[in-house]
């Protein structure tokens, strides 16, 4: 083995674990959306079924019940399309101190910039520094995923009360007519 081998090794091992730890974060990032999806899906049945049995019930309990679910699950379907669509650049505040993103492993709009021709891009991709711009995008994708998180945490919050509420509505309703 070679000493030029030897310093090989580790940044492949870098670069290979950074790439693991990117599609991981990827997969956190989509399961995030496709939990958020379902629940949406969840909160509007809810709603109806809601919607649907109100007219039954005429005590104020469930009543007040029945308005209090119906805006919980809205507020929290509501919340959760944060989770889907986020308002804001999340990692506008990433430190990157002296390093410059060559954006290399993403490329923001390839077809709007003259600058992304072939031979551009590949002479970017040999002149990276593959620990650093790997590192960058995983800084990136953490951030939507923690952004992500915050807004699912707040939808599940909503949707659990929603849910509670639901059913105080049922009881109520049966019980006090």
């Known amino acids: 083995?070679?000493?030029?081998?030897?310093?090989?090794?580790?940044?492949?091992?870098?670069?290979?674990?950074?790439?693991?730890?990117?599609?991981?974060?990827?997969?956190?990032?989509?399961?995030?959306?496709?939990?958020a999806q379902i629940s949406g899906v969840f909160l509007t049945l809810l709603v109806g079924v809601i919607n649907l049995?109100?007219?039954?019930?005429?005590?104020?309990?469930?009543?007040?019940?029945?308005?209090?679910?119906?805006l919980l699950a809205l507020i929290g379907a509501g919340v959760l399309g944060f989770v889907l669509f986020p308002r804001k650049n999340p990692w506008k505040d990433v430190q990157l101190g002296d390093y410059a993103p060559k954006l290399a492993y993403y490329i923001p709009n390839p077809e709007a910039q003259p600058e992304?021709?072939?031979a551009a891009v590949t002479e970017r991709a040999r002149s990276?520094?593959?620990?650093?711009e790997l590192s960058y995008e995983l800084l990136k994708l953490s951030c939507i995923r923690n952004v992500k998180h915050g807004?699912?945490?707040?939808?599940?919050?909503?949707?659990?009360?929603?849910?509670?509420?639901?059913?105080?509505?049922?009881?109520?309703?049966?019980?006090?007519?």
């Open 1 to 35: 083995m070679k000493a030029d081998d030897h310093e090989a090794t580790p940044n492949t091992q870098t670069v290979t674990c950074l790439l693991h730890a990117i599609a991981d974060t990827q997969a956190t990032i989509r399961s995030y959306d496709t939990k």
């Open 116 to 118: 992304n021709s072939l």
């Open 53 to 70: 049995h109100a007219p039954k019930y005429t005590s104020a309990t469930a009543s007040f019940s029945s308005w209090l679910a119906t």
């Open 128 to 132: 990276t520094d593959w620990g650093q």
């Open 151 to 177: 807004w699912f945490r707040i939808g599940s919050i909503a949707g659990g009360v929603s849910v509670l509420t639901a059913i105080i509505f049922v009881i109520a309703g049966r019980y006090c007519g």
